[in-house]
């Protein structure tokens, strides 16, 4: 009985095609998404029928988690350094030119003025220690928030401020925000939803 | 790697010459394929696809308006809504008159609370903003004028005007929510206000 032979193919795959796929893939990607954000808390935001996109640019958040402690973030890094340089002459504290650089890098912060420097001087990575994650001091007594959101008006006009809060925050913190923003007579702002289907339409 | 080598070798001993070795113009594109992979990887967990929404919302001044400057709201057309803990809802209409409290009444966030007794009030505004969707959606309206006629349709002197209180217990998600249902019933007119010892005192009477 003669063998059959079955010819040898080759197992060569043309990878062009998947190659095409893999990049287009990517090329959707980097257009379509953008980047997390390293915020000094993780909130849930709750969701609302809101459908306005939030602008980019000449943003100040305030992010507030479930304990009710308040934290801080301004885009644009001259912006952080005026902002800082102000805030230390209104606070009696001087910055040197380091801590001042490694201040505009810093994303968010929560800390009281107090301890800024010390703030400052540890390691990036050990920022989001608990123990680092104090909150912005807003009580009537001592409103340190007012004085941040004053200061960031005068840096740059052009801010826009908006509201990232847990969804488990008790409202007196809420209204403890809500009023230090009308102090300062900023009565429109901004509050941070994700989206949820209108129910009605 | 991706391909086995079938040839059997030895070929070369038939050929005479000694030609150049043929190479292959196909390039194997397996770790390019890898790599584009990776990168997708990486770009798909360091982003993220969603945008957050925002939502406007105006806060009354508190400068000091003179009294006769004020304008004052007809008691009839008030609705306050107070949110107390555990994501319940207490709300009254009118205010006290003649030394009779208004009915104090709970409610919640579900689709047959809060939301059915302002689209009950809401009747006629909602009425009308249906019919401009309908006039919008038939292309007879642009953006803009749509929304244009929908806050002069909002603002109408005859719609409810909603008083938001929060007590202590209240939450930030139960002050999004009850916003959220302001612009799913298009009111136009509200506000968040302080919560007054009266509001207390109602809630108080309410649960003896």
Sequence with gaps: ?201 | MAEINTDKGGGKKHSKKPKGKKMSTRIDLTPMVDLGFLLITFFMLATTLIKPQTMEISMPSKDKVPEEEQSKIKASKAITIILAKDDSIYYYFGTRENDIDPEVIVSNFGPTGIRQVLLDRNASVMAKVAQLRKEKSAKNLTDEDFSKQLSLIKADDQAPIVVIKSTDNGTYKNMVDILDEMNICNIGRYAIVDITAFDKELIQNRKK
Excluded at chain 1, 13 to 26: N, P
Excluded at chain 1, 62 to 91: A, S, T, V, W
Excluded at chain 1, 97 to 123: C, Q, T, W
Aim: charged residues 25%.
């Design chain 1, 1 to 201: 009985m003669p063998k059959i032979k079955i010819p040898r193919k080759s197992t060569w795959q043309d990878m062009t095609a998947m190659c095409d796929v893999a990049f287009l893939l990517l090329t959707f990607f980097i257009l379509t998404s953008n980047m997390v954000q390293v915020e000094a808390v993780k909130v849930a935001i709750p969701s609302s029928i809101s459908e306005i996109k939030i602008l980019e640019t000449n943003i100040v958040k305030i992010l507030i988690d479930p304990q009710g402690k308040i934290f801080y973030e301004i885009d644009g890094q001259e912006h952080r350094m005026n902002l800082l340089k102000k805030m230390g002459e209104q606070y009696n504290v001087t910055f040197t030119d380091k801590e001042l650089r490694e201040f505009s890098i810093v994303p968010s912060f929560g800390v009281p003025m107090s301890a800024m420097k010390s703030y400052l001087a540890i390691k990036a990575e050990d920022r989001s220690n608990k123990e680092n994650l104090l909150g912005i001091p807003c009580d009537s007594t001592d409103n340190q928030l007012k004085y941040w959101i004053g200061m960031s008006l005068a840096v740059n006009p052009k801010i826009l401020i908006s509201i990232k809060a847990d969804q488990s925050t008790p409202f007196p913190v809420i209204k403890k925000v809500f009023g230090t923003l009308q102090d300062l007579k900023q009565n429109r702002f901004n509050l941070i939803t994700s989206l949820e289907e209108n129910p009605i339409r």
